[in-house]
C-alpha cells in the first residue's frame, strides 16, 4: 500500500496593498510634520531631509510618495487632519455658516494652527510663488468642500437666487482674518455669530430666525 502524498496547503494570498494615493502609513505624521516646520523655518527653509527626521521616517518613502517639497505640502494642506475643517449640517444656513466661522477662528487663533495658517500665507503672491500656489489651491479645496451648505440652503429657499457663495464666506472669513490677524486684536465669545448676522441678511431671503444660536 503507498502511503499518499502529502498535499501541500494553498499559498497564503498577498497582503492587500494600499489603495494607491493614500500615502504612506506614516502619512499623518509626515504631513503635520510638514506643517509644523513650514510655521517655524518658512516654505524656503523646508527640507524633506527635516521633514523626514520630525517625521521619524526614511526620506526616501517621502520621496516614493511626494517628489518635492512643493507636492508634500499640498498634500498635508488638502489632506491632512491639522488644517481640516468639517462641512457642518445644522439644518439652517446661519447655523452652518457659525459653525464655519467657529471653525476659521479656531484655525486663526488655536496654540496649534495659528502659525501654521500664518506661514501658509506668507507668501508672495508672484506668479512663481510655490507658497502663494498652494495656499491658493488650498482655500480653493475648502470652497469646493464647502458647496453642500449652500446647496442645501437654495433646496430650503434661504439664499435670495443668483447670490455669490464665494463672497458670502470671503465676507465672514475677512472679517476673522482682520481681526485676529492684520489687527492681531482678540476675538471676543460669539464674535462667529455677530459677524454672520451682520453679513447674511445680505444674501438671505428672510432675517434668519435662530439668532440665539
Not at 74 to 82: E, H, K, N, Q, T
Not at 124 to 128: N, T
Not at 152 to 159: F, K, P, S, T, V
Not at 188 to 205: K, S
Given at each position: 500500500m503507498t502511503t499518499p502524498t502529502p498535499v501541500s496547503p494553498p499559498p497564503s494570498p498577498p497582503p492587500a496593498s494600499r489603495r494607491?494615493?493614500?500615502?504612506?502609513?506614516?502619512?499623518?505624521?509626515?504631513?503635520?510634520?510638514?506643517?509644523?516646520?513650514?510655521a517655524e523655518r518658512g516654505y524656503t527653509g523646508l527640507t524633506i531631509e527635516a521633514v523626514a527626521r520630525r517625521a521619524g521616517v526614511n526620506k526616501t518613502t517621502i520621496y516614493r510618495w511626494w517628489p518635492s517639497k512643493a507636492a508634500l505640502l499640498?498634500?498635508?494642506?488638502?489632506?491632512?487632519?491639522?488644517l481640516d475643517v468639517e462641512v457642518p449640517d445644522t439644518g439652517s444656513l446661519r447655523g452652518d455658516l457659525v459653525a464655519l466661522t467657529d471653525q476659521v477662528v479656531?484655525?486663526?487663533t488655536g496654540p496649534g494652527t495659528e502659525s501654521v495658517v500664518r506661514a501658509m500665507t506668507s507668501g508672495?503672491?508672484?506668479?512663481?510663488d510655490e507658497l502663494a500656489l498652494l495656499a491658493r489651491d488650498?482655500?480653493?479645496d475648502r470652497f469646493s468642500r464647502e458647496q453642500p451648505v449652500f446647496?442645501?440652503?437654495?433646496?430650503?429657499?434661504?439664499?435670495?437666487?443668483?447670490?455669490?457663495p464665494m463672497l458670502l464666506l470671503d465676507l465672514m472669513a475677512g472679517a476673522v482674518w482682520v481681526r485676529a490677524v492684520l489687527r492681531r486684536a482678540p476675538l471676543?465669545?460669539?464674535?462667529?455669530?455677530?459677524?454672520?448676522?451682520?453679513?447674511?441678511?445680505?444674501?438671505?431671503?428672510v432675517p434668519p430666525p435662530d439668532t440665539n444660536v
Open positions: 494607491p494615493g493614500t500615502g504612506p502609513r506614516a502619512a499623518g505624521a509626515i504631513q503635520e510634520a510638514a506643517l509644523r516646520l513650514l499640498r498634500a498635508a494642506l488638502l489632506d491632512g487632519a491639522l479656531g484655525l486663526l508672495s503672491g508672484a506668479p512663481d488650498f482655500f480653493a446647496s442645501r440652503a437654495a433646496g430650503r429657499g434661504e439664499l435670495r437666487p443668483g447670490v455669490d471676543p465669545a460669539g464674535f462667529a455669530a455677530e459677524v454672520v448676522d451682520a453679513v447674511l441678511p445680505a444674501f438671505a431671503t
